[in-house]
Nanobody, 121 residues
Framework: QVQLVESGGGSVQAGGSLRLSCAAS????????MAWFRQAPGKEREGVAG???????FYATSVKGRFTISQDNAKSTLYLQMNSLLPEDTAMYYC???????????????WGQGTQVTVSS
């Protein structure tokens, strides 16, 4: 059974940084593709960044150049380094995993509970 547990959220001022972590457990093949999503109140869940098992990454246009996704396979942990944060980055951030490539669509099979990020102006 796959479990994803996010941490690292919090409140920061605009221009600040946060690093989110996602501790993953379960069969490795079920987590070959992983991603970060976010959902603000009243808005749809949107893909932020994704990574595959060989380390190839992809990003939403809105975060490219500011966010960096990475993974530590030895620790089974996914990270999202967020720099130059903006008030519009405020959202609940979710970690997701799947054994098949689904890009930044919300079709991942496994999801964490989320961690809140709040950016004040």
């Amino acid at each position: 059974q796959v479990q994803l547990v996010e941490s690292g959220g919090g409140s920061v001022q605009a221009g600040g940084s946060l690093r989110l972590s996602c501790a993953a457990s379960g069969p490795t093949y079920t987590r070959r593709f992983m991603a970060w999503f976010r959902q603000a109140p009243g808005k749809e869940r949107e893909g932020v960044a994704g990574i595959n098992s060989v380390g190839s990454t992809f990003y939403a246009t809105s975060v490219k150049g500011r966010f960096t996704i990475s993974q530590d396979n030895a620790k089974s942990t996914l990270y999202l380094q967020m720099n130059s944060l903006l008030p519009e980055d405020t959202a609940m951030y979710y970690c997701a995993a799947d054994q098949w490539p689904v890009g930044l669509t919300p079709k991942y099979a496994y999801w964490g509970q989320g961690t809140q990020v709040t950016v004040s102006s």
